[in-house]
Every structure is written in C-alpha cells, then in structure tokens.
C-alpha cells in the first residue's frame, strides 16, 4: 500500500525559509518521479517541483524557480522541498505525489501522470 506523508508545514514570514519533507513506503521508491504540488484556497492544484527516480532530473513550476529546491534520499526513502525567499503567494496546502505505475513518457510529467497522494500539510507565508 502507498503511504506518504508529508510533514514541516507551518507559519513562516516573508523573506525566510522553510523545508518540507515526505516519508514515503508501499514502493519501490526509486523506481518512481515524485513531485511536490500546492493548492492555495479557490486555485486549482499547481506543480512545484518534480525529481525522477534516480534524482537526476528536475523540474520547477515557474512561480518558485531559483527559490524552491526538490531533493530525494533513497536511503530514507524521502522526498524533499527546500523553500526559500518565500512569499505570502506561496501559502497554500503542499502535498507529495508519486507518478502512477509505469509511467515512462514526456518530462516532466503532467499534473495527470500523479496518482497518489499525500494528505497535504499546511504553508502559510505573513507579509
């Protein structure tokens, strides 16, 4: 069964930093792309920042590049979201992602490719 569950939510001001993490199990781990997406009140679920299996690719949404950091620890079996510079615009739910099984086509992978999810854990950046 995949499980994964992403923690280090929490209130942050503007200009400082924060890192996510998510413990996954149930899988293979570094068979898979995992990606790190945020849903803010009223918006639709937006892509953060994805990594492929072996941690040499990467991909970042255009609104955090050069800010956000996605990392993965194959040992631990953990995905990471260092956040940065960060903006009262970057509170929203993050939630971890896993791409379905089998997924070998277009990178990064859409938005549609992921098919389980974390329960999410809370940003909230104060201006």
């Known amino acids: 069964q995949v499980q994964l569950v992403e923690s280090g939510g929490g209130l942050v001001q503007a200009g400082g930093s924060l890192g996510l993490s998510c413990a996954a199990s149930?899988?293979?781990?570094?068979?898979?792309?995992m990606g790190w997406f945020r849903q803010a009140p009223g918006k639709e679920r937006e892509s953060v920042a994805v990594i492929s299996g072996s941690g040499g690719r990467t991909d970042y949404g255009d609104s955090v590049k050069g800010r956000f950091t996605i990392s993965r620890d194959s040992t631990k079996n953990t995905v990471h979201l260092q956040m940065s510079s960060l903006k009262p615009e970057d509170t929203a739910v993050y939630y971890c992602?896993?791409?379905?099984?089998?997924?070998?086509?277009?990178?990064?992978?859409?938005?549609?490719?992921?098919?389980?999810w974390g329960q999410g854990t809370q940003v909230t950046v104060s201006s």
């Open positions: 992602a896993r791409v379905l099984p089998g997924y070998r086509n277009t990178w990064p992978p859409p938005r549609a490719a992921f098919g389980s």
């Open positions: 149930g899988f293979t781990f570094s068979l898979y792309a």
